[in-house]
């Protein structure tokens, strides 16, 4: 049952592409989707792309570490939202209609002299290209991860089938491709985040079970912290809300 409904899925992200493809006609529309995408796609997509591989391993893995306290999490994460849509994210809007810049470097070299600007672009892709090969090599361990968990095949095999489809639909619609797969996407990790903690409540017994062993659990290493370890916590976590604005793909 979970292969066939992994394969199904991966067929439709295919199909999205295949979709997507008829929407590009220009250079604007495979970069932003024509600027056409919506409020919803766009904040699914949005919250898709920055809540990766790192939400589904690395957060479930904290919880499990931390206990009660990876709840800070919550708004160290939503702290970087609030700071693209709210603060960025609209005059980023119109500033780009305005010079017509498709692509973020390209927006931070409008307005330099040619050289100047090439300079810019060349060191923004640099940039960009190192640190999301890291970024990218890891999203694609973990979605091999997971697929190996679920299919009898090895881990290489799967990284390998999940690039291929990737790359697959993001070379056949470009952004719309990539930004409905996102919503589609995170319309999923929306329903799983809804559905498992209450699958989860209902195994424990209840909201009574769960905290009588809450109060009972041996202490974590972040559960008798003394208030400068408190604070540097809390403040390390909302380190990752910060962090937003500097991420291109989001």
Not at 194 to 215: D, E, R
Not at 217 to 231: E, H, K, R, Y
């Amino acid at each position: 049952m979970i292969a066939t409904t992994l394969l199904v899925y991966l067929v439709v992200l295919l199909g999205i592409g295949i979709w997507a493809r008829a929407r590009v006609e220009d250079t604007g529309d495979f970069h932003l989707a024509g600027r056409r995408l919506g409020p919803v796609v766009a904040a699914l997509s949005a919250s898709a792309s920055s809540s990766s591989v790192w939400t589904l391993m690395g957060v479930s893995g904290a919880a499990y570490l931390w206990g009660l306290p990876a709840a800070w999490l919550l708004p160290a994460v939503l702290s970087g939202f609030a700071i693209n849509w709210f603060l960025v994210a609209p005059r980023l809007h119109r500033a780009s209609h305005d010079n017509g810049a498709l692509t973020l470097v390209e927006f931070l070299a409008s307005g330099c002299d040619p050289a100047g600007a090439r300079r810019l672009r060349r060191l923004g892709a640099g940039l960009i290209l190192f640190c999301f090969s890291l970024y990218v090599a890891a999203q694609f361990q973990g979605a091999g991860t997971a697929i190996s968990t679920a299919l009898p095949v090895t881990e290489p095999v799967a990284v390998g089938a999940g690039a291929l489809v990737v790359v697959a639909y993001v070379l056949l619609g470009g952004f719309w491709a990539a930004s409905v797969t996102d919503a589609v996407q995170g319309l999923m990790m929306l329903a799983v985040a809804l559905l498992l903690p209450a699958v989860a409540l209902v195994a424990v017994g209840g909201p009574g079970p769960l905290a009588a062993a809450l109060a009972t659990a041996a202490p974590g290493p972040v559960d008798q912290p003394t208030a400068l370890l408190a604070a540097v916590f809390v403040a390390g976590l909302f380190g990752i809300g910060l962090g937003y604005p500097g991420q291109p793909h989001v």
